[in-house]
């Protein structure tokens, strides 16, 4: 059909003369057209050069307007029913005696057919990524999940506490911070397994609807865009992450020897319970330039919950951006104290801090209790049996000449939790880090 078409063209609007598209047609009396410049060439002459019909006199060559408009409206219309292979674009009939003269050329619909057998073998690539991906989601989704290895160890610490308190500091330290570095990367890695799903399914369905689309200017046009698979993530090794064998195992160990220990020097009794001397009672606020935002501040700023949506608070340089922190307005120095409530169902962080943390970022560097900035205690409720679901109420105790920092648990009677030793170089912000579902509260001592 398109051959036919061409042919029909050339017969029509080409120059016998020059075999080019018509330029200034004019049409001598027999009928047939020619290029102003080729006909005017003939002055020896008169006769028409087709059909040899002469001519006494020379007739007057005028420009058929007519068939010019014709040629030109044929020019800018250009029914793109041919494929130019050579530059891999849709033409019209008339550029094939133009500017894609002497390329290899071929019908619009027989090269469609072409890239339609291309495009199935792509989508049933496509189609096979998905289900890869899909694969590995689910298998990350199922790996994701650190919180039984992190109740285990608090939950033997728990009975250990007052026996190995240093030792077990430095191991839920270790477990967290490894949590958070695994847990960040397998976020990273479940958002951008997301996202290729997501671009991959688009993708397929952009290949279905061009699969079926009558319009052959566009199939041909949007193919090179949609036949490139994208690029994919690396193959997930699910194996590697979350392995908390060696934590375990070492703290079984470590239970069995302090059992006995605890036994043959306290018997099964109960610890007696730990007074303090007088400290400063300390009245704390929470600084709302601090809060990250999806912390909401109540009760005159003492009571802050998760809230998990943006609060929309104002842009300030001390704004927590990726902890869910806040700090305290006041300082504390010399020796103070000051009590907290806290419920919930993910926990808290209770923690003092140098006014110098930095604020912007993911990494140790903002994180209550993973720089040399801050100190920290985690509170959940598997951290100690006599939580259940009730508020818990903890004392905080600061000696900041002696560098001492204590938690206690506070009830009818107040019981250590732990203490540390240390040096403090800067007066001493309390801060929270708060998680999905917990609220935080400044109580009067």
């Known amino acids: 059909m398109a051959e036919a078409s061409i042919s029909v063209a050339q017969d029509q609007f080409s120059c016998p003369i020059c075999l080019d598209l018509l330029k200034d047609p004019v049409t001598i009396p027999c009928g047939h057209s020619y290029c102003m410049n080729c006909i005017d060439d003939q002055k020896r002459v008169y006769s028409c050069p087709q059909c040899r019909q002469t001519f006494s006199p020379r007739p007057t060559l005028n420009k058929n307007v007519m068939l010019a408009e014709t040629v030109e ?3 800018k219309t250009k029914i793109q029913t041919v494929y130019c292979c050579t530059d891999q674009t849709c033409i019209c009939f008339l550029c094939t005696m133009d500017e894609h003269k002497n390329h290899h050329t071929v019908s619009a619909e027989a090269e469609r057919t072409e890239k339609q057998k291309q495009l199935w073998d792509i989508q049933r690539k496509f189609q096979q990524r998905i289900q890869e991906k ?11 999940s650190a919180q039984a290895a992190v109740k285990n160890s608090e939950r ?5 506490i007052r026996s190995i308190e240093r030792r ?3 191991v839920i330290q270790m477990i967290r911070d490894r949590e958070k570095a695994e847990v960040s990367r397998a976020e990273g890695l479940l958002e951008q397994l997301k996202q290729e799903i997501y671009d991959l399914r688009r993708r397929d369905a ?3 609807q061009l ?9 041909l046009q949007s193919f090179q865009s949609l036949s490139v698979l994208p690029a994919s993530t690396e193959n997930i090794n699910i194996s590697s992450f979350f392995s908390y064998d060696d934590v375990r195992k070492s703290i079984s160990m470590l239970e069995d020897l302090c059992k006995e220990a605890i036994e043959s020097i306290f018997g099964k009794g109960k610890f007696p319970g730990v007074n303090l001397s007088p400290p400063d009672s300390h009245q704390l606020t929470l600084d709302p330039n601090t809060a990250h935002k999806y912390l909401r501040l109540s009760e005159g700023n003492r009571v802050a919950t998760f809230i998990g949506a943006d609060q929309r608070y104002p842009v300030h340089a001390d ?3 990726d902890f869910f922190q806040v700090l305290c307005r006041e300082s504390v120095c010399g020796r103070c104290y000051w009590e907290i409530e806290w419920n919930g169902m993910s926990g808290v962080y209770i923690s003092v801090s140098y006014k110098s943390i930095r604020r912007k970022g993911s990494g140790f560097e903002c994180g209550f209790g993973l720089n040399d900035q801050s100190w920290r205690l985690f509170c959940s409720k598997s951290c100690y049996s006599f939580c259940h679901n009730t508020p818990v109420k903890l004392g905080v105790y600061v000696d900041h000449s002696a560098g001492t920092l204590s938690f206690y648990k506070v009830s009818d009677t107040m019981t250590l939790i732990h203490r540390i030793q240390t040096t403090f170089t800067q007066p001493l912000y309390p801060g929270f880090r708060i998680y999905l579902g917990s609220t935080v509260k400044l109580s009067s001592p």
Request: aromatic letters at 8%.
């Open 73 to 75: 409206k044929l020019k």
């Open 134 to 144: 899909e694969k590995e989601l689910q298998k990350l989704k199922q790996a994701s």
């Open 156 to 160: 033997i610490f728990t009975e250990l």
């Open 168 to 170: 077990r500091s430095e």
């Open 206 to 208: 952009e290949l279905k």
């Open 211 to 219: 699969l079926h689309t009558e319009n052959l200017i566009h199939f």
């Open 319 to 321: 704004r927590f951006h």
